[in-house]
């Protein structure tokens, strides 16, 4: 029967492996935001072109690899929910942020950049300019990068929160069993001292 420590370690690697795979899947798209974010003065008409035609081209992708991604996503949450069946007193709040910040990551996906995509094919953007867009649709990216960024490093300090306890709690049975022995070894003598004494009154 595995126990609850390693299910919760596994849920870990499954929250990062899930987090690593999106952010690699968005962080490709910075190939073509990038400059039209930070480099304004550099931008052409062309690399709008090429920017739109890009996001034109992801809703094209086939369903399959959609699928893909939305259950490398659920597994992410299911990393989440196991390590949540019995958090940490002491640390629950950052596990419940992880779980919030990796939701909010789905959230933007769903609210921005698939919407995003959408308006890339039918050229409707609402109140702004089709370049106008393309830029919200460029940050929306940069927005869940970051997003899935703070979930990995809420993950890490959890890591590194768990090892101390663990370290600490090691070295606290460790001098208890110590202060034990040392306890034991000294009952004998004393013992032994009160039995030659006795001895010795009774001769």
Known sequence: MISYKAMCTLGSAVILVSTSFIMGVFYSNLAYDYKILFQPALVTAEDFERTLKHYQFLNEVGQPLLYILSAIAFLGLVGHMVRLYKPNEDLKLFEYASLGMFVMGICV?????????????????????????????????????CVFLGVLLLQAGLWWANYDLDTRMKQFYAEEAKEATAKKEQTPKKGGKKLAAQN????
């Open 200 to 203: 010795k009154k009774n001769k």
């Open 109 to 145: 996906f769903i609210t921005n950049i698939k919407t995003g995509i959408e308006c890339s094919l039918t050229g409707n953007w609402g109140e702004v300019t089709e370049n106008q867009g393309i830029a919200v649709l460029g940050s929306s990216n940069i927005i869940l990068l």
